[in-house]
């Protein structure tokens, strides 16, 4: 292919201006900050891992992982999550701290292919591990604090669809003993939510009428804590019963957590990452076609490290959060340009010390104007006088203070 | 090589536990403040970036960056630093905002080699950049909003070595005229702080003694603004007195901001990134053989970008300014362990929900106990009853609060 225009980046990845960052830290901040209230510990990996260690036990395939070659000739990739690394942390930094850690993060992740969708190829992601509980508990902490954390982004209207790998492996042995190529497809067409193509799979497949309505009723299993009994009745597998009971469990949590209002049980619900196995969910905000957090569980992966141990979490799509809400923001912060000769130096900066130390401005800006940038100054104040905004050069300004001839001119 | 162990990550990169994650967001959000009371507004850059446009334009060299090749068979490379991302940006993004443009940022980069010699593939970079202004004023303003940054970060003893390119050059130029294979050798010499090489490769070649003793002394042309004077009679070439002249002025400036005592002048400095054109400068904490802060002006980097510009900046070497400053933390943070059993739950959640949401304790964690472990809490209660610590599981807390059997047992 040409070569890229010298001011192009890469297809997928984005600069974030100003006003873009100012939002993106305080919903990273706000997040972090309610994470760390319920006791979770942020902690940082590198960008690149061991493509034999972190790569592989990635929910990501293979062909979605960035990979390079350090000069060793290692394979290594750019994270594609954060739950494969924090689960090497507590295999081996953390090994000799006993369970249950609660850690969160807030970093980027890389994902190859959806470049060429108009995806993007690096994003952000703040979220939580819960990890050494396998208690329905344990479950419900993470959904609470995923709604308590939205809730701190500045999410307001959102629903959580909660599911169980369990229930639907279960429901789909009995329904298809040993038959497991069609129920990859079955959870395939789930996955995808393409109902329709779940339905004629299972007109295709040699079933009674009976299951086949029970199959195809689970597509319409969404709803409060009446669905967990409902659905204790679909299955007598061991598996899909004790899976509809962890999630009877996790619904009372959720009320003891006064939350119940966003969640909704949904048995088609099975998570898109390949490690998960138990519970999974994810937040969908209202009038939005994608999910803005998912999470679930995950038991084992930690045993591919070397510790095993049940674990769960979440993580927040904090690019697509961004794109959603309004600015936050200081709207009356005040910003001073502080315009200067030789003779009135150092009063100006004495001026601009004395102004960012005491907080009183959110923003200090000196500049050196000679005699015949004044005129220019002047007539930028002028313009301002009427909207108390003086737009000077690229930058907007709410005060102009001017320091020439040697003493103070003019506050 | 053999394929590395499950719990390993690749050499020169690092992960960093709460307690490190702690004292460097101190760090990273003082210093931003620090650099927004300034007037500069942060951005972020994507981690990858083309290897032809960023990539080459890059002070790092070729070997020492790391590469990778998108889907399309494009070579792209991880950062190497922020100022070359920042002048991509500014020339394309930023194009009709007009000069000058502070900018600051907080981003990890990335270096290929260094980690055979046990340094960091790795590390975080706080800095600024300032576009579109050629007056030693400007270069002031970043010298003396490095040495505030510095004080945000926790560092209190440092000095700051200030050089400048253009000196140096025209010294060389003068004594050696046409000899750029000398030159080049003579100023890696004064790069690598090699004075014994330095003079020895002087007395190898063809210079009247005068001159020779003129190039010796340099290497003590350290000091206050008396240096300034000393250097404009070193040199009659033009290129070197306007560069003392832009030195002298910058102190001046320098002055005027009240920071003089951090700062000396050192004419052998040259600053180990190819684009610099003007004054250099390095920080050197009390005590430290690296620097902890280096900038300087690149007037030709920005035309690479098809913008031409002057520019100014400095990057701070937040990796290792973590490692020199003491934790800084919240000594007095109540963290508190409410536990409970399936009776207690929701009188448990709604204490921890009114602890969280007032602010009181730092962290609020909650934890069911089944009859069992009620023991081993009633333990670690009485093993802690002394310094008010209870260390139960892997975590420390201050405070414990336990609703067991339908009503709050006890607060």
Same mark, same amino acid.
């Given at each position: 292919?040409?070569?890229?225009?010298?001011?192009?980046?890469?297809?997928?990845?984005?600069?974030?201006?100003?006003?873009?960052?100012?939002?993106?830290r305080q919903i990273e901040n706000q997040v972090l900050a309610c994470m760390?209230?319920?006791?979770?510990?942020?902690?940082?990996?590198?960008?690149?891992e061991y493509y034999d260690t972190v790569g592989v036990a990635s929910s990501t395939s293979d062909q979605k992982l960035f990979k390079l070659l350090n000069n060793r000739g290692t394979t290594l990739v750019l994270r594609s999550d954060m739950t494969a690394p924090?689960?090497?942390?507590?295999?081996?930094?953390?090994?000799?701290?006993?369970?249950?850690?609660?850690?969160?993060?807030?970093a980027s992740v890389f994902r190859a292919i959806e470049e060429e969708a108009g995806r993007e190829a690096e994003f952000f992601q703040t979220g939580v591990e819960l990890v050494g509980d396998a208690s329905p508990d344990a479950d419900a902490e993470v959904v609470a604090l995923a709604i308590a954390s939205l809730k701190a982004a500045g999410v307001s209207r959102f629903k959580i669809a909660i599911g169980h790998v369990g229930f639907l492996n279960?429901?789909?042995?009995?329904?298809?003993?040993?038959?497991?190529?069609?129920?990859?497809?079955?959870?395939a067409f789930l996955l995808g939510r393409d109902y329709v193509g779940y339905?004629?799979?299972?007109?295709?497949?040699? @079933?009674?009428?009976?299951?086949?309505? &029970? /199959?195809? +009723?689970?597509?319409?299993?969404?709803?409060?804590?009446?669905?967990?009994?409902?659905a204790l009745a679909l299955s007598l597998d061991a598996t899909a019963q004790a899976s509809i009971r962890h999630l009877c469990e996790m619904w009372d949590a959720l009320a003891a957590h006064g939350v119940c209002e966003h969640v909704l049980i949904d048995l088609t619900m099975i998570g898109d990452f390949k490690y998960y196995t138990g519970m999974t969910f994810e937040a969908y905000a209202a009038d939005l076609g994608f999910p803005v957090a998912s999470g679930g569980r995950y038991d084992n992966l930690l045993q591919q490290f070397g510790r095993p141990a049940p674990a769960t979490g979440f993580? @927040?799509?904090?690019?697509?959060?961004? &794109? /959603?809400? +309004?600015?936050?923001?200081?709207?009356?912060?005040?910003?001073?340009?502080?315009a200067y000769d030789a003779d009135g130096r150092a009063a100006a900066f004495d001026k601009a010390r004395t102004l960012r130390e005491s907080g009183t401005a959110a923003a200090v800006v000196t500049e050196r104007v000679d005699a015949d940038a004044r005129q220019a100054l002047r007539e930028a104040e002028?313009?301002?006088?009427?909207?108390?905004?003086?737009?000077?050069?690229?930058?907007?300004?709410?005060?102009?203070?001017?320091?020439?001839?040697?003493?103070?001119?003019?506050?």
């Open positions: 292919m040409s070569k890229p225009k010298v001011f192009e980046k890469p297809i997928g990845v984005k600069d974030y201006l100003p006003h873009a960052v100012t939002k993106l760390g209230s319920w006791g979770y510990e942020q902690i940082m990996t590198p960008t690149m924090i689960a090497r942390v507590v295999a081996s930094v953390l090994k000799d701290v006993q369970f249950p850690i609660r850690l969160s993060y807030h279960g429901l789909f042995e009995e329904a298809l003993p040993g038959e497991h190529e069609a129920q990859e497809e079955l959870k339905r004629e799979r299972l007109r295709s497949l040699t @079933l009674s009428d009976a299951m086949r309505s &029970e /199959l195809e +009723g689970i597509t319409r299993l969404r709803g409060g804590q009446e669905i967990c009994s409902q993580a @927040l799509k904090t690019t697509r959060i961004l &794109e /959603l809400i +309004g600015a936050g923001g200081e709207p009356n912060a005040e910003r001073v340009l502080i002028t313009a301002g006088a009427n909207d108390g905004e003086l737009r000077y050069k690229g930058a907007a300004f709410t005060k102009l203070l001017t320091y020439f001839g040697g003493s103070r001119e003019r506050e």
